[in-house]
């Protein structure tokens, strides 16, 4: 059998009848919150069209769509930031679309060419983040086995659940 092979490519809104799909799967929406089929262009279309800078990016195995990933600098959300300690850090967030996918270590591989991508698009930035919520264990495992370190815990302003704050610093090699 082939290597498996991951992909992250821009969210288009071509993407938006699978990603509205995955959003209403109850593994997804405990920790990304209510979005409907109607609420995708406003609530990801800012970021394609380039209004927010927060990059969107669809995770392709093998041809396949599996999930979502975002990546962004701490410091374009200065409120955040100060709540996660972090400043001159990039961040990242992901979701797995389908409850099969979970537990396969499909997450830290995104994770792992997520930071990647976080290294080389924002050369500036100092540490890698993700902040899942506290109770979000499978989270917070896949962000360890990709060489993430917990923090600890920090209330965030606008979220239901204190989030559990995991780093990786730049290398520097």
Not at 17 to 46: C, I, K, N
Not at 82 to 93: E, I, K, T, Y
């Amino acid at each position: 059998m082939a290597p498996s092979v991951l992909a992250l490519v821009p969210l288009s809104r071509d993407h938006f009848e699978v990603l509205a799909r995955w959003l209403t799967q109850p593994h997804v929406a405990e920790w990304w919150g209510q979005h409907t089929p109607q609420s995708m262009e406003a609530d990801f279309g800012p970021s394609i069209d380039g209004d927010d800078p927060t990059q969107m990016l669809i995770c392709i195995l093998d041809d396949e769509p599996v999930g979502l990933v975002q990546i962004y600098r701490l410091d374009d959300n200065p409120e955040y930031a100060a709540a996660v300690g972090l400043p001159g850090a990039g961040g990242l967030d992901l979701f797995i679309g389908e409850a099969v996918l979970c537990n396969r270590g499909i997450g830290t591989d995104i994770i792992k060419a997520a930071t990647a991508r976080l290294w080389e698009d924002y050369p500036e930035i100092t540490a890698a983040m993700a902040g899942p919520s506290t109770g979000n264990a499978r989270s917070i495992r896949a962000f360890e086995k990709a060489g993430f370190a917990a923090t600890g815990a920090v209330t965030v302003p606008g979220e239901a659940d204190p989030e559990m704050v995991m780093v990786l610093p730049r290398p520097t090699a």
